[in-house]
């Protein structure tokens, strides 16, 4: 079982960054593939950010075409924590943001290949 929770959200104006934060329970987190999600008033849960568990190589990572360049998730094992930098935000980024864990191999690019969810953080931009 593992525990999710966000923190680092808040209103910001356009242009501006804010950095998320995601911290898990239990020992095993870096085993875990971690994602963040987002959801817009009256739309779908959306991809953002995906990484891998790391390792010798390190980690993978991989981002919605919206947020490629502009967003940055990282981890940080000996903390249980994952990263999500955001960097030039839009308006057309507000939502609210979600932290998952998959334990399923290779990056989880959909909601059904995730396993634990944190309650999530709103993120409000402003023009």
């Known amino acids: 079982q593992v525990q999710l929770v966000e923190s680092g959200g808040g209103l910001v104006q356009a242009g501006g960054s804010l950095r998320l934060s995601c911290t898990a329970s239990g020992r095993t987190f870096s085993s875990y593939r971690m994602g963040w999600f987002r959801q817009a008033p009256g739309k779908e849960r959306e991809f953002a950010a995906a990484?891998?568990?790391?390792?010798?190589?390190?980690?993978?990572?991989d981002y919605a075409s919206s947020v490629k360049g502009r967003f940055t998730i990282s981890r940080e094992n000996a903390k249980n924590t994952v990263y999500l930098e955001m960097n030039s935000l839009k308006p057309e980024d507000t939502a609210v943001y979600y932290c998952?864990?998959?334990?399923?191999?290779?990056?989880?690019?959909?909601?059904?290949?995730?396993?634990?969810w944190g309650q999530g953080t709103q993120v409000t931009v402003s023009s």
């Open positions: 998952a864990a998959r334990s399923g191999s290779g990056l989880g690019y959909t909601v059904n290949g995730y396993d634990y």
């Open positions: 990484i891998s568990w790391g390792g010798w190589g390190g980690a993978s990572t």
